[in-house]
């Protein structure tokens, strides 16, 4: 029985393909039994497995260290708030399948709800992209320049090599490049105008208005900046209030992605003044990075990620490297769309090292604010309800209708948001009015356009500003090729020379062909000039129409034609919330016209509720250096206007920065270190010197002054022509600041091998200069202007006139060799760095450059002529040093840059005269006369030598103008 089932079997397996069916079936029950398992049994095991399986390691930022001033007093800290973060997450991709939407869609809907929640708090958002929406509803771009640049190319994604593009993607850069700022949010609402593949980019819906839409952008935008490290966090608003907290907290299950964290933002005690010193913190750029990270690996502890804050100016930007923490790191185990599921390791940031000035910064801030009273007691002096500037080109006049305008030229009124949703009912009234002014202007200017046959020069000052509009208008659109002008052609000079109008001048450029017709609608190939001229009176029209700053030149010229009021135009402060109305008795007087729109300007400016850099009129900015000058160190390093670096750190306020940018009065600007000035007669001790120790004059030598020099062609004039000064000595001639003494000088200088040559005698000035420490970069730690000595006529630089240009920082390192008799230093502003610990890390000792071996007998008449400045009986300016405790030394000067601006005003000094322990540098770009720089200066010694009783008083004075009459300096 066996033997036959053996035998039965034996047959079976000798079947080769039943032998395979039977494998194959017992493989398959096995994959079965194995796929149960996992699934099954192991389901829920090896799903965990699977979500937990990505290991990701980031970097957390160190916490920067602090900026003291010399004292030990805080100037730049870190202060921990909450914040409101965004992270893309899992459950947008889970919501867009269930709700049958977009993960976009999601993603704005969120981001919206909780815009929704902070401005219902009163709080703010970070807005990184420089776009806003003005209340005309209309885009506008708050960078410029290379800013503006880089953000177009990070938003469009443009390289720098262009080799491999096709001629159509080559173009489309181009378009990009040069894109509106209306263009560039279609863009990143819709993806239009973006390369083959950029998709719909944020794909914000029709739903949302422009404005909301542009919110939303924003903090899509920060997102998209960090789209390659989706697990990030990206910070979308700092500060927030405890109502924000607590409503963002309760309706979490309605917004993911969005989390309530802290963060580190810095903070700055006396701003405005420390500004230009300091500076101010941002998320570093994509540039940035790259040269933090030059060399570095993501494993380095000062490698820089992404969100890091790093310095943008100052010194937050010159010792970046020791003032950034380094970093800290955290392991976390993330799913396969970057969603953190835990942190599974952290390694804690470090802290940076501490920054100590060699700043003062209760000097720092009151001579801020005198500065700031002294510019303000000048314009006042000047302002006039009159229309006329004056005949007088050293008393130009300022009449009161440019401080209306100003207000609005200036930026500080906003024209663009006057019809916003935001606006007053009287905003809205004068937003209408200034329409209907712009519509005549317009109609006045097509008119002159098409019909007008009076030459430019008859034509009234409104419609020559509107000729002059249009026709830079038409240039820079490239409708008038002014590269195909012939400059000699003498219908183009006529027009140049104002003897012909804008309409003859445009009909004939049109025969010339330079004017580009396929810019304008026409229909027909062939046309007369007549057709062509209406074309480009409705292009011009077209143009007028969308042109924001057309309404600004509208504005100017109603102001001055009186069809705008100063009324209007001073209302309009307290509307926009510049001025308060609250409290402020002068808000009725000026409404019910009781008070004079002159009276009203002349009270806030004298008590700074408005600042001459707000109007930006001359002058409205200045500087002044306080060194040591036994060490070089700078106590106090005043660049006005300044601005206040809270509001562009953490997150920069974009209508502010954007009014910084357009301000005249160049708030962003360092006029210490960057502002080249002619020295005028404060380089006289520099030639004094120079003739001194070439032995082409000594101590003694008198030169006679009888008002004009005629050694030279055209003959120089002293400042005191058609009178004179005289015989002079050296130390006379610095009191007097006689000009026809260092004319002298300048010539024998030139004129020491035996016949004159003026370049022997500037290469003898630019000897001295550089021996002086004029002729170099001052030393300071910032970014700083070259020096350029005088390389034209040795006779009139001699008196600091030629091509003599220096930094006022320059100008403070040559006073002070002067007042220490030799001792050449590089100036400081740092004192030294340390760790959290107090441990020095670097120490910035006295940087001392060379000492001059002069003799006694010459550095004893200069300072004698410096103090006789200050004392002297034929000094101009010794009136203001009347009654002073302290003895002091000075030296006069004034620069002509422009014959229709008032003159620069300078003035260099040091005491005590027996014993110098400060130099004072003051410098008032259109300044009218020294004297103004001498009073401040008297005001600066008062304060530093007072008492602390007599400083308390000075301190509280120091917030109202005095009017300034001082008369001209004789320099």
Request: one cysteine or more.
């Amino acid at each position: 029985m066996l033997r036959k089932i053996y035998e039965k079997a034996e047959k079976l397996l000798e079947n080769r393909l039943l032998a395979m069916s039977v494998l194959i079936v017992v493989l398959f029950c096995v994959l079965v039994y194995r796929v149960f398992v996992l699934q099954i049994v192991q389901g829920e095991s090896h799903k965990e497995d699977f979500t937990y399986k990505v290991q990701k390691t980031v970097k957390t930022s160190g916490t920067r260290g602090n900026i003291y001033d010399v004292n030990g007093k805080l100037l730049a800290y870190n202060k921990l708030v909450y914040t409101v973060t965004f992270q893309n997450d899992n459950e947008f991709q889970v919501l867009a399948q269930e709700n049958e939407t977009s993960q976009n869609y999601e993603k704005n809907k969120v981001i919206y709800e909780v815009i929704q929640i902070l401005e219902k708090n009163g709080d703010s958002f970070i807005n990184e992209i420089p776009i806003e929406y003005t209340g005309s509803g209309k885009f506008r771009f708050t960078e410029t320049g290379s800013k503006l640049k880089k953000f177009k190319r990070d938003v469009f994604g443009i390289g720098n090599d262009t080799s491999d593009l096709s001629a159509s993607e080559k173009e489309l850069r181009k378009k990009q490049l040069n894109a509106s700022a209306e263009e560039v949010f279609e863009y990143l609402r819709n993806g239009t105008m973006g390369s083959a593949g950029t998709g719909k980019m944020f794909e914000i819906d029709k739903k949302y208005s422009n404005e909301d839409a542009l919110k939303i952008m924003s903090v899509r935008y920060s997102a998209f900046l960090s789209r390659y490290s989706q697990y990030m966090k990206v910070t979308i608003a700092t500060e927030i209030s405890s109502r924000s907290i607590a409503e963002i907290k309760e309706r979490s299950s309605e917004l993911p992605g969005i989390d309530i964290d802290t963060k580190s933002i810095r903070v700055y005690n006396k701003s405005e003044a420390m500004s230009h010193i300091i500076g101010y913190t941002g998320t570093v750029s994509t540039d940035e990075l790259e040269t933090y990270n030059k060399g570095k690996s993501e494993d380095d502890k000062d490698y820089y990620s992404s969100d890091e804050t790093v310095g943008k100016s100052g010194i937050e930007k010159e010792l970046e490297s020791y003032l950034h923490g380094d970093s800290g790191s955290k392991t976390m185990i993330v799913n396969n769309i970057g969603k953190v599921i835990q942190t599974t390791k952290t390694v804690k940031a470090g802290t940076g090292n501490n920054v100590t000035l060699s700043i003062d910064s209760e000097l720092q801030e009151y001579v801020y604010n005198l500065l700031e009273k002294r510019i303000a007691g000048i314009v006042l002096s000047k302002l006039t309800t009159s229309d006329s500037k004056g005949e007088n080109s050293d008393d130009i006049r300022i009449p009161i209708k440019e401080a209306y305008y100003a207000l609005i030229g200036n930026g500080i009124i906003d024209l663009e948001n006057l019809n916003g949703k935001d606006a007053t009912s009287y905003e809205k009234s004068m937003y209408r009015k200034i329409q209907t002014l712009k519509d005549s202007a317009i109609s006045m200017s097509r008119s002159m356009i098409l019909s007008s046959n009076k030459a430019y020069e008859d034509e009234s000052d409104e419609k020559q500003a509107y000729a002059s509009y249009i026709y830079s208008m038409l240039s820079d659109n490239k409708v008038l090729l002014s590269s195909s002008i012939d400059t000699s052609d003498k219908t183009y000079q006529r027009w140049k020379d104002e003897k012909i109008g804008l309409g003859a001048f445009l009909r004939y450029a049109i025969n010339k062909e330079w004017i580009d017709i396929s810019s304008l609608k026409i229909d027909s190939k062939y046309n007369d000039t007549e057709e062509i001229m209406n074309a480009l009176a409705d292009y011009v029209e077209d143009q007028l129409i969308e042109a924001d700053d057309f309404n600004m030149t509208v504005c100017e010229q109603k102001i001055l034609n009186g069809k705008l009021s100063g009324r209007e135009v001073c209302l309009l402060l307290y509307e926009q919330d510049i001025l308060k109305k609250k409290g402020d008795s002068d808000y009725t007087a000026l409404k019910s016209g009781s008070m004079s729109s002159y009276d009203f300007i002349y009270k806030k400016l004298k008590n700074l509720e408005i600042t001459p850099a707000q109007l930006g009129l001359d002058p409205c900015s200045g500087s002044v250096v306080i060194t040591d000058p036994q060490s070089g160190k700078v106590k106090a390093m005043v660049s006005y206007p300044g601005y206040d670096s809270n509001r562009l750190s953490n997150g920069t306020d974009s209508g502010y920065y954007r009014q910084l940018v357009n301000s005249t009065s160049t708030p962003l600007y360092n006029q210490v270190l960057n502002h080249k000035t002619a020295p005028g007669s404060t380089f006289k001790p520099l030639a004094a010197l120079a003739g001194l120790n070439e032995e082409v004059i000594t101590t003694g030598t008198v030169i006679n002054c009888t008002g004009l020099y005629d050694k030279i062609t055209p003959p120089a004039k002293c400042w005191k022509y058609p009178s004179k000064h005289g015989a002079r000595t050296v130390t006379s001639a610095i009191e007097a600041s006689c000009n026809s003494f260092f004319y002298e000088v300048g010539y024998q200088l030139g004129n020491k091998s035996g016949s004159y040559s003026s370049k022997e005698g500037l290469a003898y000035l630019e000897k001295y200069a550089t021996q002086l420490g004029l002729n170099k970069k001052s030393g300071i730690e910032l970014d700083e202007a070259s020096p350029q000595v005088s390389d034209e006529t040795s006779v009139r630089s001699a008196i600091g006139q030629g091509r003599n240009s220096f930094t006022p920082s320059q100008i403070s390192n040559y006073v002070t060799t002067l007042s220490n008799r030799g001792n050449v230093y590089d100036l400081s502003i740092l004192n030294k760095i340390t760790d959290d610990s107090g441990k020095t890390v670097k120490k910035y000792g006295v940087k001392k450059k060379n000492q001059l071996h002069y003799k006694s007998e010459y550095w004893d008449a200069v300072q004698a002529g410096m103090r006789g400045v200050i004392n002297g009986a034929d000094s101009s300016v010794n009136n203001i040093f009347k009654g002073m405790k302290v003895n002091i030394a000075g030296k006069t000067g004034t620069a002509q840059e422009d014959k229709k601006r008032p003159n620069h005003a300078l003035f260099i000094s040091y005491g005590p005269y027996e014993k110098p322990e400060i130099t004072t540098t003051v410098v008032i770009p259109f300044g009218y006369t020294s004297a103004n720089a001498a009073a401040t200066a008297r005001e600066i010694y008062e304060y530093y030598f007072a008492n602390d009783k007599t400083k308390a008083k000075l301190e509280k004075s120091n917030h109202t103008a005095s009017v300034s009459n001082l008369g001209a300096a004789g320099d």
